[in-house]
């Protein structure tokens, strides 16, 4: 896959292109269906097919705290983008200054000055430019003038319910994990490169592989069971920790992985963490004698979820 990281590095073999906009925030079900037909397009007109995508997302700006919690990162982007096909990401840093163009400097100076696209595919409820002034029917008056095609993009339903991150977001609000996988099309999971951490789980007897959390918010907290992958030819069973760590008076947030029945040593290897089912929420207990009790209780519910024998 190539990644063009800002407008500055598009080069003519990118130009009169197949074009889609957006956050793709999770690539759920619904963005891969838009993704296939922009595909089929590309194949029909011989055109090279790019998605343009900003880092950070809008809202992290505008909101920094409050904004929605992200599903996926940049490199997990770019991974499910890959598997569906996808070829070139153009991804554009999104601040201050970009965020101040408005609608109609973005479609003449990016989409038919820089881009000259040929082809756009977006939702009708795609919004853009300064104060998001920009919308659906402006861009087909604009797709007249400069003479591109707008793509329809069909909304798809789950059980009567319109697949979009907001949805896999509340599914995983109420840890339905289920639901969430069935709009995604694949399971949720995090993942990350493992950093050293404090050794306090070694000394406790409870090892943890420890992966930093760079986003503004999770849309999951608390204990869960889980399956590891990417370090065996097959998922290990393990339970995970995402939060600050309260009993040691954690500050910023983490993944803490421990293995069931398994001693690996993971550090700086790169590990996708499959969630399977909630345990609890975080606390803050008395002691590390206290803690170390409740990770072997919760070891034992994980035993029994994936039928393991101790």
Same mark, same amino acid.
């Given at each position: 896959?190539?990644?063009?990281?800002?407008?500055?590095?598009?080069?003519?073999?990118?130009?009169?292109?197949? =074009?889609?906009?957006?956050?793709?925030?999770?690539?759920?079900?619904?963005?891969?269906?838009?993704?296939?037909? +922009?595909?089929?397009?590309? #194949?029909?007109? #011989?055109?090279?097919?790019?998605?343009?995508?900003?880092?950070?997302?809008? +809202?992290?700006?505008?909101?920094?705290?409050? /904004?929605?919690?992200?599903?996926?990162?940049?490199?997990?982007?770019?991974?499910?983008?890959?598997?569906?096909?996808?070829?070139?990401?153009?991804?554009?840093?999104?601040?201050?200054?970009?965020?101040?163009?408005?609608?109609?400097?973005?479609? =003449?100076?990016?989409?038919?000055?820089?881009? #000259?696209? &040929?082809?756009?595919?977006?939702?009708?409820?795609?919004?853009?430019?300064?104060?998001?002034?920009?919308?659906?029917?402006?861009?087909?008056? /604009?797709?007249? &003038?400069?003479?591109?095609?707008? +793509?329809?993009?069909?909304?798809?339903?789950?059980?009567?319910?319109?697949?979009?991150?907001?949805?896999?977001?509340? /599914?995983?609000?109420?840890?339905?994990?289920?639901?969430?996988?069935? =709009?995604?099309?694949?399971?949720?999971?995090?993942?990350?490169?493992?950093?050293?951490?404090?050794?306090?789980?070694?000394?406790?007897?409870?090892?943890?592989?420890?992966?930093?959390?760079?986003?503004?918010?999770?849309?999951?907290?608390?204990?869960?069971?889980?399956?590891?992958?990417?370090?065996?030819?097959?998922?290990?069973?393990?339970?995970?920790?995402?939060?600050?760590?309260?009993?040691?008076?954690?500050?910023?947030?983490? =993944?803490?992985?421990?293995?069931?029945?398994?001693?690996?040593? +993971?550090?700086?290897?790169?590990?996708?963490?499959?969630? &399977?089912?909630?345990?609890?929420?975080?606390?803050?207990?008395?002691?590390?004698?206290?803690?170390?009790?409740?990770?072997?209780?919760? /070891?034992?519910?994980?035993?029994?979820?994936?039928?393991?024998?101790?």
């Amino acid at each position: 896959m190539e990644l063009i990281r800002g407008l500055y590095n598009i080069k003519e073999r990118h130009r009169s292109c197949l =074009l889609t906009i957006g956050n793709f925030d999770g690539i759920h079900r619904g963005h891969k269906a838009l993704i296939a037909h +922009l595909l089929e397009e590309g #194949n029909k007109h #011989n055109l090279p097919v790019l998605v343009m995508l900003f880092e950070p997302q809008p +809202l992290e700006l505008f909101a920094n705290q409050k /904004a929605p919690a992200r599903l996926t990162c940049l490199r997990e982007k770019l991974k499910h983008l890959k598997q569906a096909g996808i070829n070139t990401v153009l991804c554009i840093r999104f601040d201050i200054s970009f965020a101040s163009y408005s609608a109609q400097r973005f479609i =003449l100076e990016i989409l038919v000055k820089t881009l #000259n696209i &040929k082809f756009l595919a977006i939702g009708d409820d795609f919004r853009f430019g300064h104060d998001r002034k920009g919308d659906f029917l402006l861009l087909q008056r /604009a797709s007249i &003038k400069y003479q591109f095609k707008i +793509l329809k993009t069909q909304t798809l339903y789950y059980n009567n319910q319109r697949i979009s991150s907001t949805a896999v977001r509340q /599914a995983l609000t109420k840890n339905d994990f289920v639901m969430a996988e069935q =709009l995604l099309g694949y399971p949720f999971s995090i993942s990350g490169r493992v950093m050293h951490g404090n050794g306090l789980g070694s000394t406790i007897g409870v090892p943890t592989a420890n992966i930093p959390l760079y986003h503004l918010v999770m849309p999951v907290k608390g204990v869960f069971i889980v399956e590891i992958e990417g370090i065996s030819s097959h998922a290990i069973p393990g339970i995970a920790n995402i939060g600050t760590r309260p009993t040691i008076k954690g500050k910023t947030q983490q =993944l803490e992985v421990h293995l069931i029945d398994t001693c690996l040593n +993971l550090y700086n290897k790169r590990i996708e963490v499959v969630l &399977k089912k909630k345990i609890r929420n975080e606390q803050c207990f008395p002691s590390l004698k206290d803690l170390r009790k409740q990770i072997e209780k919760d /070891a034992i519910m994980a035993r029994k979820f994936f039928e393991l024998k101790k």
